[in-house]
């Protein structure tokens, strides 16, 4: 009996790049053999991809998700390893969660390459959007998951330990990992935040409160 992974994710771009990412996918229908798999398979599995149809403010999305072979994993993160290292300033990420137990995996799309990260099991459609979207409520992982909404000046200083507690824990899932690095993400995601609030059709908060300043820490331990 065959071994299938669930895989699903997202990439966000400009839209005018939408063609170029649909063309290096459908590359791949031709070459099911490099990844052990039938012609047919190989073209099933492209179609597993989703483009948005109408430009939409200021990000366009690509969407993959299917229950693939082995192989269908192995083709799926080849197209996203092409993708990264050919289309400019395209982001994202992807979950690949094995359906007899096994390791499962987030796969982020940044800075022009594919990094892969150990995941401890499988994680719902609003984490997944956590680790591609970096604004409000991005990606919480190890000791963050689970944090409660920030309400308080109590509650925000519980927030902060958790933070540092995971960064000692999982460096990995910090891509501004040093203070340098972190505090540069915050200060270009703050000149950033009226056009992520705009695509989100959400007003940039007159004043911040604890929820805000919570929510910039999670954006620049990520933000590039």
């Known amino acids: 009996m065959s071994r299938f992974y669930d895989v699903r994710g997202h990439l966000a771009c400009e839209f005018g790049d939408l063609e170029r990412i649909r063309q290096i996918v459908d590359a791949y229908a031709g070459r099911g053999e490099e990844f052990g798999l039938s012609e047919r398979v190989a073209q099933l599995y492209c179609s597993g991809w989703l483009y948005q149809q109408a430009e939409i403010n200021w990000v366009a999305h690509a969407f993959f998700g299917a229950s693939v072979k082995r192989g269908g994993v192995d083709l799926v993160r080849d197209q996203l390893e092409n993708i990264a290292g050919l289309v400019t300033d395209v982001e994202g990420a992807f979950f690949v969660d094995d359906d007899e137990g096994g390791q499962s995996e987030c796969w982020k799309v940044t800075g022009g390459r594919l990094k892969v990260f150990e995941r401890e099991g499988p994680s719902d459609v609003n984490a997944l959007n956590g680790q591609s979207d970096v604004g409000p409520s991005a990606g919480r992982a190890g ?52 056009g992520w609030y705009g695509n989100q059709g959400k007003d940039v908060p007159d004043r911040p409160d604890y929820q805000l300043i919570a929510d910039m820490v999670m954006a620049a331990r990520i933000y590039e």
């Open 143 to 194: 000791s963050l998951d689970g944090v409660e909404p920030v309400r308080s000046r109590e509650e925000l200083a519980a927030f902060l330990r958790s933070a540092a507690d995971d960064l000692a824990r999982n460096p990995g899932a910090w891509e501004n990992a040093s203070l340098e690095s972190f505090l540069g993400a915050w200060a270009a995601w703050l000149d950033d935040m009226p």
